[in-house]
């Protein structure tokens, strides 16, 4: 769950009345907040100049263009001053407020305030973040900083460059200097190639929009396409003519309730009527995909065949 977006909505204060965010959205699974720090940085920068979510700061790119407005973020030495995006309001992030604000929220795991260590002193697992962007010396640097502290894990963020090569150099900068017997997170992936390829240079947990953002634009995700290949993305197009007189489900094989009780055709003819039950159907459906997928990878651990799984699922590439 996000910090930043819920600390402005509805509120933290609000969330820990209805007995915090397991009762409050009915999950009764393992709940992980972010510290909020990346979306004050991102959300204020792509307002102030005019970018997209991540801004060019990576070697051999050009800076982003500098706005004529005031900015929406200051950053101190022991907090971060910003505007709600939402209505202009100022607020101050610090480790110790980001904390409270995760712990009012009640999630099972916090990430601390960029390299902070707060001793906010509560059952909640605290994680570390490595930063550094796509700079080797400041990874290495970080991830050596972080792994020596007392933390409960350590989480990879920031951002990991313009391209998939980019991410695996930083992982494999990052990894090695993390400690072991302690749960790596890599913050903001989730596509199948970048999970499985984490997943072989040691980090053991993700998250990411892929499956929701997909559903709500119509791709389902499926390993396998109509021809038997591995098609573009692990998804198809439901908005694509061709599925219109498909009566087949999203997936075949898929235990979800939207591949047993539909098909490609209605969700299809969902989506063009403008229904917002496609998105949701497909939602669901893009979620036990991620489930089982993951099933599948420890499976493939457990059993000493996660490079042979990997090759299978990648189809050699």
């Known amino acids: 769950a996000n910090t930043y977006h819920l600390y402005l909505r509805p509120g933290a204060e609000v969330v820990e009345r209805h007995g915090g965010l397991h009762r409050f959205m009915n999950w009764h699974g393992p709940i992980l907040t972010d510290s909020g720090g990346f979306q004050v940085f991102s959300l204020g920068a792509s307002i102030e100049h005019?970018?997209?979510?991540?801004?060019?700061?990576?070697?051999?790119?050009?800076?982003p263009r500098r706005s004529s407005g005031t900015s929406m973020v200051h950053v101190g030495e022991d907090s971060v001053r910003f505007k709600s995006h939402i209505d202009g309001s100022l607020h101050t992030f610090s480790p110790e407020v980001s904390i409270a604000v995760q712990r009012s929220l009640g999630a099972d795991m916090v990430l601390a305030f960029d390299?902070?260590?707060?001793?906010?002193?509560?059952?909640q697992a605290l994680f570390g973040v490595v930063q550094g962007g796509a700079f080797e010396d400041l990874r290495r640097e970080s991830a050596a900083t972080i792994g020596a502290m007392p933390f409960d894990g350590m989480a990879i963020g920031g951002n990991l460059g313009s391209t998939l090569q980019d991410m695996y150099a930083v992982l494999d900068w990052t990894?090695?200097?993390?400690?072991?017997?302690?749960?790596?997170?890599?913050?903001?992936?989730?596509?199948?190639?970048?999970?499985?390829?984490?997943?072989?240079?040691?980090?053991?947990?993700?998250?990411?929009?892929?499956?929701t953002r997909n559903a709500r634009n119509g791709a389902a995700f499926v390993r396998q396409g109509d021809d038997g290949e591995r098609p573009h993305g692990f998804r198809i197009n439901l908005r694509n003519a061709r599925f219109a007189p498909d009566l087949r489900p999203l997936e075949d094989g898929c235990d979800c309730p939207t591949c047993r009780s539909y098909s490609r055709a209605y969700v299809r003819h969902l989506f063009k009527a403008n229904e917002q039950l496609a998105q949701q159907l497909v939602t669901v459906h893009n979620l036990r995909f991620m489930a089982?997928?993951?099933?599948?990878?420890?499976?493939?651990?457990?059993?000493?065949?996660?490079?042979?799984?990997?090759?299978?699922?990648?189809g050699g590439s």
């Open 115 to 123: 390299g902070s260590f707060p001793h906010h002193g509560y059952p």
């Open 175 to 211: 990894v090695p200097a993390l400690p072991e017997g302690k749960p790596r997170h890599l913050l903001g992936i989730g596509d199948v190639p970048s999970i499985l390829e984490a997943v072989e240079r040691g980090v053991d947990t993700f998250d990411c929009v892929t499956p």
């Open 292 to 314: 089982r997928l993951m099933a599948d990878i420890r499976g493939s651990i457990e059993n000493g065949r996660f490079g042979a799984f990997k090759a299978e699922l990648l």
């Open 50 to 63: 005019g970018v997209g979510k991540v801004a060019s700061i990576f070697p051999g790119e050009a800076p």
